[in-house]
């Protein structure tokens, strides 16, 4: 069973959320109100995945943020999803920044579909990412040009765009109604035009992904 | 005519009052003007003093940089005693002579330069020189008020004893003179030097309208900083209150969705969890709506709105505005929080057990007055709600008066322009 941390200032969401996650075979083994008081539980609990909201006492700016951030540095590539009642490109930015997988990002909304919300978290336990389709589609509303991603053909922004998400190649394939061959041949060709050397491939996903929201900047 | 007029309203008294009052009245003012003068030469003998520094910073000057400091000191020795001129000049006068310098900020260097910039300054410098010469002048009126009549004594006294076979006489002309010149020179001397300070002192028109529009900045910062936190505190509201419950509501619905088939009955609760979440959700909003605008404002105006916050408030108010037409939307929504924080300090504070709200149009003047009946006590300085009040009012050039005395009754005063 996958353990999860719950970090929530607001009584009712976080009430909400521990209910969510245990009712869909998550174990919650600590649900707290700060960034401090997270980090702790990361040391006492040792959970899977920690699902954080941006915005947390005293400040209630970024504290979430940051306590993830800060988290990831004692503890390279742990697995957070961070929750928020908006998006920003540029916190997602700062996520991935440290270059290992392991990270959400995605929009408080998202949890009402309770199925693909669970899934973003499982998926960012195994060391996945998902990037909410708001942060791709900022990303996509920016045209960008001189980077490395001008290069791609709108079908392989297209197959990137889904992969920031967090998509499998399936879940890829069916999305834009191609083979899962024809994905991988995306994929490979994308991997190729950024310049990542091949290593493993869920590696390369989270630079991939990372390049993506560079561009956007 | 032996009367020393200083006052201009002195006249109109006198006429009213009996003789007796009017001997002691010229003798004291008499005295008043005396003293004045007096004043006038001690200022003057500062002022010589200070002249005297000034040379000194002009022998020092070509020492390179040298001068510059002794400069600056003395101008800022220049101001408290420029200052105590206005005040004897407001005694002489009546009227009072504004002071307008630039404010002094930043580093030393950059005080300086604003000290040697300032009009201001330059105005003090001339009237340095003037009252030299105007309060000797005074002093030298002053001396013959008091030396006459005692050299005429002296002369009567000295022609009684037999002295100088009465050519002692002939000096009783200058005594006179003296005296004379001193009673009827003392009064009009004093106006004239106060009228030469008071043009020298009060700020060009330049200095007016900087201090006008540093008053301007001032009350536009507060408004935008008034404005900031009032955006924030929306932000948060929506972000913890109405935000948050429809994200519980969404994942109570997500839930339900979950488990519709296979606890029916979990899923039914969900639901209703879900339809309490909307209903506070909306509830929220509605608070938070009539906390930026109130809706009734936009149905009713004015009158209507502040009667639904009478009608709202936990005291009996009584209400009556009288407008001509509906004010400009700003204005309008300004005086509405105006009355609604006024409403509020009453029925959390006053113990009033009445209140009256009146807003009226006089002289192309918008006045209004909050008064109850509670303890008093109210200060600007302690509550932040005054304070809001202040500043809402600040942004439309409006003031406000308090007069709230321990015991009551509380009056809040305010006017401000009708058209903005």
Redesign the interface.
């Known amino acids: 069973m996958t353990s999860a941390v719950i970090v929530e200032d607001l009584l009712l969401l976080r009430d909400g959320l521990t209910r969510l996650l245990s009712m869909n075979g998550f174990e919650i083994a600590a649900a707290v109100d700060t960034g401090p008081a997270f980090l702790e539980a990361i040391d006492g609990c040792h959970p899977d995945v920690a699902v954080v909201d941006v915005r947390l006492p005293p400040t209630f700016t970024d504290e979430g943020l940051r306590a993830a951030i800060e988290a990831r540095r004692r503890h390279p590539g742990f697995p957070v999803l961070i929750l928020s009642q908006y998006v920003e490109q540029l916190y997602a930015r700062e996520l991935l920044s440290d270059g290992a997988g392991g990270v959400g990002y995605l929009l408080k909304d998202r949890v009402g579909d309770v199925g693909q919300f669970v899934e973003a978290v499982q998926r960012v336990a195994d060391g996945g990412t998902a990037m909410d389709p708001e942060v791709v589609s900022q990303i996509l509303a920016r045209r960008s040009r001189r980077t490395p991603l001008a290069e791609l053909t709108p079908r392989e922004r297209e197959v990137l765009a889904l992969m920031a998400e967090g998509r499998t190649n399936a879940a890829i394939a069916r999305g834009l109604v191609v083979t899962t061959k024809a994905v991988s041949k995306h994929i490979a060709r994308i991997f190729d035009k950024l310049g990542l050397p091949p290593s493993d491939d869920d590696h390369r996903r989270v630079l991939a992904v990372l390049a993506y929201l560079n561009s956007g900047a | 005519m032996s009367t020393m007029p200083i006052h201009p309203t002195g006249a109109d008294r006198r006429a009213a009052r009996p003789e007796r009052v009017t001997v002691w009245r010229r003798a004291w003012a008499a005295a008043r003007c005396g003293g004045l003068l007096l004043a006038g030469g001690f200022i003057a003998a500062a002022a010589l003093a200070l002249l005297f520094l000034a040379l000194g910073t002009l022998v020092f000057s070509p020492v390179a940089g040298l001068g510059l400091p002794f400069l600056a000191v003395m101008v800022w020795l220049v101001r408290p005693l420029a200052r105590v001129e206005r005040r004897r000049v407001r005694l002489i006068a009546g009227a009072s002579v504004a002071e307008a310098y630039r404010p002094l900020r930043g580093s030393l260097l950059t005080r300086v330069r604003t000290l040697l910039i300032d009009a201001g300054t330059w105005r003090d410098l001339a009237w340095l020189f003037v009252q030299i010469v105007a309060g000797a002048v005074g002093l030298a009126f002053l001396a013959a008020l008091v030396v006459g009549p005692v050299f005429v004594a002296a002369v009567v006294v000295q022609f009684l004893r037999g002295a100088g076979d009465g050519k002692v006489l002939a000096l009783l002309p200058l005594g006179v003179l003296l005296a004379v010149a001193g009673w009827w020179g003392c009064p009009p001397v004093a106006r004239g030097t106060a009228w030469l300070s008071g043009g020298l002192l009060a700020p060009g028109e330049n200095a007016r309208l900087r201090a006008q529009m540093e008053q301007l900045a001032e009350s536009r910062a507060e408004t935008v900083d008034a404005r900031a936190a009032e955006l924030r505190r929306i932000e948060?509201d929506l972000?913890?209150g109405a935000?948050?419950?429809?994200?519980?509501l969404?994942?109570?619905?997500?839930?339900a969705?979950?488990?519709l088939d296979r606890h029916p009955e979990a899923a039914r609760q969900l639901v209703a969890e879900a339809r309490a979440?909307a209903r506070t959700a909306l509830n929220e909003l509605r608070h938070l709506v009539r906390g930026i605008h109130p809706p009734v404002l936009t149905e009713r105006g004015l009158g209507g709105a502040v009667e639904a916050l009478a009608l709202a408030s936990a005291v009996p108010v009584e209400v009556e505005v009288r407008l001509v037409e509906r004010l400009p939307d700003p204005l309008e929504s300004a005086l509405y929080f105006v009355i609604a924080e006024a409403l509020a300090n009453v029925g959390r504070h006053s113990h009033a057990s009445w209140a009256f709200v009146r807003l009226w149009e006089e002289q192309g003047r918008l006045r209004l007055m909050v008064h109850d009946d509670g303890h008093g006590g109210a200060d600007p300085a302690r509550g932040s709600g005054l304070r809001g009040i202040q500043q809402r009012l600040a942004a439309f050039d409006g003031h406000l008066t308090l007069s709230s005395p321990p015991g009551g009754p509380t009056e809040l005063f305010a006017e401000l322009p009708c058209r903005q």
Not at chain 2, 243 to 248: G, I, Y
Not at chain 2, 250 to 255: C, D, P, V, Y
């Open positions: 948060r972000h913890d935000q948050a419950r429809l994200v519980s969404t994942m109570s619905l997500g839930m969705e979950q488990e979440s």
